[in-house]
Each structure stands twice: as structure tokens, then as C-alpha cells.
């Protein structure tokens, strides 16, 4: 462990993805220090919130700094014992939900259940964007674009499959990929296979030296990863998209969840199940 | 819209995925309320910030009920501008920032630098994990098992295709999966290809009746789909994992999430880079 790196806890009774999202996020803010973080998913019982009070507690003696705990317990018991401990310990929903509360005029209630008990037919729409976006992917085995919401074109490596894939986890979208040949590159017309799906394709593009560098590294030497090469695709793919107003986006300096979250904004397209929550209807 | 339901928006100047992971957990804890959500990324000036305080107070006219704002933005006075709508503005950057401001000595600064710019060789790592992960799905076309972290094994949707895209997209970790076919169940012995890989299998199973129910949806009426033939085949799966010591989770009330965490957590596999945050060590 470096010296004069804060140890940081991610705690929940779940899988503490959210206690993680929320807390990286809020690390994120300061990029001068340094963070050594640990996530520790199913604190589902007084033993296992009694064994991880003594583990932040161990820490301190071990570093002599305060480690910082963010914990998302729905279990008020949990958490006060995580509470005992002697870490700055940030508690969101403790300071939300009586908010909320109020708001809705409710209590709360800590039900922790499954999103797929919940809701089988929710989260088996996520799981059928999923199979899609597999079968579909760079030109796909199948081409049963009719059920496409979206199609992602680009060059070899511009990031659509890994798009494809979040926006089917994540958003339940239904995602294809197809990756633009040379061929398609000298052709004066879209390529056949996606030509009558125009008002599905969504164009991918970035930097020939970033690309040139992800290249290099998949086929060391190629002419697949030369500048002159991804210069080439690069300009012939984006003038595909003008010539054919295909909507585009540079990705060169954007994450995956990026990429996504826009393609989704500039389509419109509906998000439909990223809750996974049975009762909540998705705009 | 449903007259009963409450109106709720996940703001952000970035993606908004952590205001709406956040969120929909705080939302679930309310299972009796019924709400209807609205994500809004990249609010990410004055002028969209306006345009959107405007389109949460006009809601208000419309349905005569408190809308709830859940808003993670870095820009305070983007911040500003929705708290001026008439809405509950749950602002838990606000809440939280000043007090690890203090625990750090530090003041927190606005990055909201993209993740692959701040550190690409992280940002490659998970590229390259999906990339794994694609290939080889569903026993793959390849079978470079050496460099898998774990390979999922079990019978035909039993939840091994997306854990395994969840792990390499949400964790970096290169996950393979091998499907337990008919031929296997009828040997002796764990399948060839896999054998020399103990250490990394891991078994996912799942209840009969609910594997019938999945595989009806995909092959109605069929063999593969009856309840006799998955009675059998989970059984002949859990056989194998207990004969060879295979660690199983029985994954029919799990979430994608719940199971990938849960077998981080159950294998001790080392999650590399879901922060993709560059300075931040991870554990």
C-alpha cells in the first residue's frame, strides 16, 4: 500500500454496485490524492458487519489514517454497527431517505429482493438484447435488422461492439453492429446489407492515430494498423456518414458508458429496462 | 402517465448513471409507490440547465405532484440553477463533497475528465477483457483458456453468456464460458477441453422449472425445452460440479449483477478496472 494512499471502503448488504458507482464518482472529485479501494458486497449479517468493523479498524492502526466508508445498508442495524467503527463513515441513504419519506409520505420499506423475481419479463428483455447484441455483432451471423433498434457502423475497432454491449446491458436496447469493409469503402452506395435500414445506423468514428494505436496493438507491423491505413478508413467512413446523413460520433476521448449514454440522447432511443425494478415505469 | 405515479429525473452533467444508479436503489426502497423515472445526461451548461428546471416545473402543473430530482452534478452552479425548480432536489454530492473535503484536508475539484482519456491502458484492459469474452462465449471459436481469469460452465441458459459479458464490461475480468452439452453429461469424466483448467471453472445452475420456462420462450414445444430434459440435465451439471469439486451458485433468483458479484466474491478474482479511474489503486 503506498503511504499516503486513503483507504476506501465500498460497503453494502447487496452487491454494493451502487455504494461503488456513487463513491468513484465522488473520489473522481479528487484527482490529487490517491485511493486504494475495496468493495465488499453482501454485508448481510450482524457477523459480517461485526468482521468488516474490525477489518477498517485494523486499517487504521496499520496506516494511521482514517479510512472513508461508503455504505449503502438498507438495514438500519447493519449499518450502525458499521457506524462504530472509527472510519469517516458516509451513509446516502440514511440522509436521503427521510427525506424521501416525507416527500412521499411513506416509510420505507428494506425489501432487497431480486430484480428477476421481481419482474421475470423485465429482466428477460435485457437478457434477449443481450443474446441479440451477440448474434449481431460485427456483421453478425444473422442479419435480422428488422428487430435492430439501433445499428452501429464504423471501422475495424472504432468501439461498437463494446457499445453495443453496454447498451444492451445496461439499457436493454437491442443493438447490431457492422464493421465498414474496404469493399464498402470503394462502393458508391451503403452497403447492401444495411441499406434498408437507414433510419437505424448510427455512425462511429475516431482519431486515425488513436485507432492506429488500438491496432497496433491487436497486429503488431500490419498495414490493418498504419496510420496511412486508418487515415484512409477513418476519411472514407466519415464521408460515408455525410453522404448518407448517417448520424456520427467521434469516440476518441469518451468511455464506453460515454459513448452509450449519447448514442441513446442523440436517437432517442427508449431505455427499457435498465431499472430492472418491477414497478417503475421507464420514460 | 399514471395518476398515482411520481414523477422522478436522474440529472447530470456527465452520463447520469451514477444519479440513476443511485437512484433506483433508493426508489426500490419504496416497493408500494409507483414511479415514473426520466434520465437526463450532459446537462452540462446554464441553458440546459435552465431548459430543464423548466420542463421539471411545467410536471408539476401537469400532475399537481412534487417531482423528485436526483442530481449528480460536479458544477455547482449548474446545481444551483435546478434547485431554483420547485421540485425535491436530492443533491448528494452536495451533502457528501465538504465532508471528505475535510477528512482529506483537500477542496474538491470538477474533472469530469472521461475515463479513457485520464487512463488508457486501464481503459484497454476492459476493452480487452469484452474482446475475450466475445470470443470466447458458448465454448468459443477459440480456446485460449490459458489466459482466462475463470471460465463459467453449465447447461444452456443457465445465465453464462451475460455474468460473462457483466465481469469483462464491469470488472475487467477476462471471462470465458463453456456450455455442458449432452455428450458431457453421458462421460465419465469433466469434459476435454476444460480438464486441464480445474482452477477456473466455476458451475452456474439454476432451477428446472425456470430453465424450461427460458428455453420454452426460445424453442417452444421442443425437447431441449421440456421439463424432463432439464430435470435431467441439471441434475447430470451438478453432479459433475460436485464430483470434481467444482465450485456452483444456483443462480434462479439472481440478477446479472448478483451473480457476477457473487462470484467475484466467492472465487477471490481481483476486479481490475471498474474505477477506470487512473489513480485510484484497486484491490
Known sequence: MQSNS???FFLSNGTAITAETLGMSLLAQFPDHSFQTQTIPFVDSAEKA???TDDINRCIEESGQLPIVICTMG???LINIIKHSKAL??????????RLE?????????????HRTVNPSLYESRIDAIDYAMLHDDGGKMQNYDEADIILVGVSRSGKTPSCLYLALQFGIKAANYPITEEDMESENLPAIIRGFKGKLFGLTTNPKRLAHIREERRSNSRYASLDQCKYEVKAAEQMFEQFNVPYLNTTTMSI??????????TGLHR????????????
Open 102 to 114: 416525507k416527500a412521499l409520505a411513506a416509510q420505507h420499506h428494506q425489501p432487497f429482493e431480486s
Open 6 to 8: 486513503r483507504q476506501v
Open 50 to 52: 461485526n468482521a468488516v
Open 89 to 98: 463513515v458516509i451513509d446516502p441513504f440514511g440522509d436521503i431517505l427521510p
Open 257 to 266: 458508458e460515454e459513448i452509450a449514454t449519447k448514442v441513446v440522447e442523440l
Open 75 to 77: 438495514d438500519e442495524d
Open 272 to 283: 427499457v429496462s435498465k431499472p430492472a425494478i418491477s414497478h417503475l415505469d421507464m420514460k
